[in-house]
């Protein structure tokens, strides 16, 4: 009998009430909410870091091609002539838009000076365009690009690219009509396309505080040469 009333003690003791049931449920439902909090934050910052390192991508390789044709500005010649085409940083949208000339290589049919210039449309969407006429306003060049000259689409998500020239004597003008600037600082705004997509007309008022979703990149190219 003794050990008939041991048995049925353990058998009780084994036993959950329904009031642990339930504390064990909430328990289980609460862990289950957190790692989905977990994960979803994980993916989040996943996203994140990688969208901006193919942003940080994308402004190398405008700032290099940028660079590169900067490289090969030429002052503007006195007087008028085919070569008159100054250095100039115009406004358009809320960016700004960048034209000079260069030189090209001497095999080029027709001729070794062209006008290169940069502009961001109102489509979030820089462009490059080239042509081998000497053009002086953006709208002129654009339309005289089209063709072969025209390498068109550069990249997309761009919110702004800004430039700042600067004479020897320190001061920051928008247009050189005979000599070149000493540099020429650069500043990109690249966007994430899921910030613009909620917000296609995004702006930065202030470049030093982007909102989340944007990345500021800058960069200074020197005229060694420029008088």
């Not at 997509?197 to 979703?213: A, C, E, W």
Request: glycine share 6%; hydrophobic share 40%; proline share 5%.
């Amino acid at each position: 009998m003794f050990s008939m009333r041991a048995s049925v003690v353990r058998t009780g003791e084994r036993a959950f009430t329904i009031l642990e049931l339930l504390v064990s449920a909430v328990i289980f439902v609460i862990m289950l909410a957190l790692l989905g909090s977990v994960i979803m934050h994980f993916n989040t910052a996943w996203r994140q870091g990688d969208a901006q390192k193919e942003r940080r991508q994308n402004a190398r390789v405008i700032f290099d091609t940028i660079s590169r044709d900067l490289q090969g500005a030429v002052p503007t010649l006195p007087g008028t002539g085919a070569n008159r085409v100054p250095f100039q940083v115009q406004q358009t949208n809320n960016s700004d838009a960048l034209l000079w000339g260069t030189s090209l290589p001497a095999n080029r049919t027709r001729g070794d000076f062209a006008t290169v210039g940069y502009f961001v449309d109102s489509q979030n969407r820089l462009y490059r365009c080239q042509t081998n006429a000497a053009e002086s306003d953006l709208d002129t060049l654009t339309a005289s690009a089209g063709g072969s000259n025209f390498t068109g689409l550069l990249a997309e998500n761009v919110v702004s690219l800004t430039a700042t020239a600067v004479a020897r004597d320190g001061s920051t003008n928008t247009i050189f009509t005979t000599n070149l600037p000493v540099t020429v600082d650069l500043t990109l705004l690249l966007a994430d396309w899921r910030t613009l997509k909620q917000k296609p007309n995004l702006t930065v008022p202030d470049p030093s505080n982007p909102p989340v979703g944007v990345q500021v990149f800058r960069t200074r190219v020197e005229f060694p040469a420029a008088p």
